[in-house]
C-alpha cells in the first residue's frame, strides 16, 4: 500500500483557505478516500451519526505525480484529526515561504514510523518540504488504513450519498440563510424544512408558546417542477405548503437547527450556491454546494462538496 504525491499551489490554496477550515467546524475526524481519479474527504459516512459531509476533488486539482497503488483496486482510505492535518499543511507552507526557494515544494505520502516509545510502527501521512538543498519533515497520525471490507462499506456509503432529491432548489445568498437560522436558534432546536416543486423552501421553528417561520419563495428549481396554483399568492405559507405536500409537489421534514448551522459553515470553502432538496420518503435533507470555474458562471465538474441532515422525523410526503 503506497500513496505519494505533491500539492499543486491550487490543492494548497483550496485545503488551507476553504475546505479544511470548512471541514473542521463539521467535525473533529474525518476519512481520506484515495483513489487512482480521486481524492475525497469524508465525514460521519459509515456511523450514521450527525450531519454526513463529502467533499471530493478530482486528483490533478489537488495533486501533481500522483502515485497510488493497494491490493484494494488502488483505493486507499484512513481517518485523520482534521485540525491536525491543517496545523501540519500551514506549518508546510510557512516552512516554504521561509525557505525563499522557488523550487520548495510540498510532498505528502503514507509512511510507518516507530513513535517515541513505542515497539510497533504506527502509520502517519507526512508533509516534506523540499527545497534545493534541505527538507523539512512533519507526521501527522492517521489511523491503520482502512481493511478491504471497511473500504468496500466506505464506498457504498460513498454511492448512497450521491443519490439526488427529485427536486433541489438553489440559494444563492448564503448569509441571508445563515442570519435566518441564527434568528430562528433563539426560538427552538427542532426546525421544519419544507420544499414544493414551484420553488418555495419554508423553515419553520415551533414551540408551545410561538410559532416563527420564512420562506424563500420562486427559487431556481432543478429536478421535479410544477406551475404554482393560480392564487397562491393569497395564501398563507403554511397553507400553500400544506397544500403543496398534498398533491405530492412537496415534501416536509424535521431536522435539527444545530446540524443545519453547522452544514451552513460550508461556506468558509466559498461556494458560489447551494441547492437544498429533501430525499424520497423524507429520508433526509441535502444540502449540495456548486462552485463555479473562476471568471465565469459555468460549474467546476472537478470540485463536489455535499451534506446530507438526519431527519428527527419521518417527515410528510408522498
Known amino acids: 500500500m503506497k500513496f505519494k504525491a505533491f500539492l499543486t499551489q491550487d490543492g494548497v490554496h483550496l485545503l488551507d483557505k476553504r475546505f479544511l477550515p470548512a471541514l473542521d467546524k463539521l467535525g473533529r475526524i474525518c476519512h481520506v478516500y484515495l483513489t487512482p481519479d480521486h481524492a475525497m474527504f469524508l465525514q460521519n459516512l459509515l456511523s450514521g451519526d450527525g450531519v454526513q459531509s463529502v467533499a471530493q476533488f478530482n486528483k490533478d486539482v489537488l495533486f501533481r505525480d500522483y502515485r497510488i497503488s493497494s491490493q484494494n483496486a488502488g483505493r486507499i482510505a484512513f481517518a485523520v484529526d482534521v485540525a491536525l492535518l491543517h496545523r501540519a499543511l500551514r506549518s508546510a507552507l510557512t516552512i516554504q515561504a521561509q525557505a525563499r526557494d522557488d523550487t520548495a515544494a510540498i510532498q505528502i505520502k503514507l509512511v510507518k514510523k516507530l513513535p517515541a516509545g513505542s515497539r510497533d510502527p504506527a502509520p502517519f501521512l507526512t508533509f516534506e518540504t523540499k527545497g534545493r538543498v534541505s527538507a523539512v519533515v512533519q507526521d501527522v497520525p492517521i489511523s491503520k488504513p482502512l481493511p478491504r471490507d471497511d473500504v468496500q462499506q ?8 450521491q443519490d439526488l432529491p427529485q427536486t433541489l432548489v438553489q440559494v444563492q445568498d ?4 445563515q442570519s435566518l437560522v441564527d434568528r430562528l436558534r433563539n ?3 427542532l426546525l421544519t424544512v419544507a420544499i414544493t416543486r414551484y420553488g418555495d423552501l419554508h423553515l419553520q421553528v415551533s414551540t408551545s408558546l410561538i410559532t416563527v417561520g ?5 427559487l431556481r428549481v ?3 417542477r410544477a406551475d404554482p396554483p393560480i392564487g397562491d399568492r393569497t395564501l398563507s405559507a403554511p397553507t400553500r405548503t400544506e397544500m403543496a405536500i398534498q398533491k405530492g409537489e412537496g415534501l416536509s421534514v424535521q431536522v435539527s ?7 451552513l459553515q460550508c461556506h468558509l470553502a466559498k461556494p458560489d450556491c447551494a441547492f437544498y432538496g ?5 429520508a433526509c435533507l441535502t444540502v449540495i454546494f456548486q462552485f463555479f470555474i473562476p471568471g465565469t458562471r459555468l460549474t467546476d465538474k472537478s470540485i463536489s462538496f455535499y451534506c446530507r441532515l438526519p431527519v428527527l422525523d419521518p417527515g410528510s410526503g408522498p
Open 154 to 161: 466506505l464506498q457504498s456509503a460513498l454511492e448512497a450519498a
Open 174 to 177: 448564503l448569509a441571508q440563510l
Open 187 to 189: 426560538v427552538g432546536d
Open 214 to 218: 420564512s420562506e424563500f419563495r420562486r
Open 222 to 224: 432543478l429536478g421535479l
Open 257 to 263: 437547527l444545530k446540524h443545519l448551522a453547522k452544514s
Open 278 to 282: 429533501i430525499a424520497p420518503q423524507g
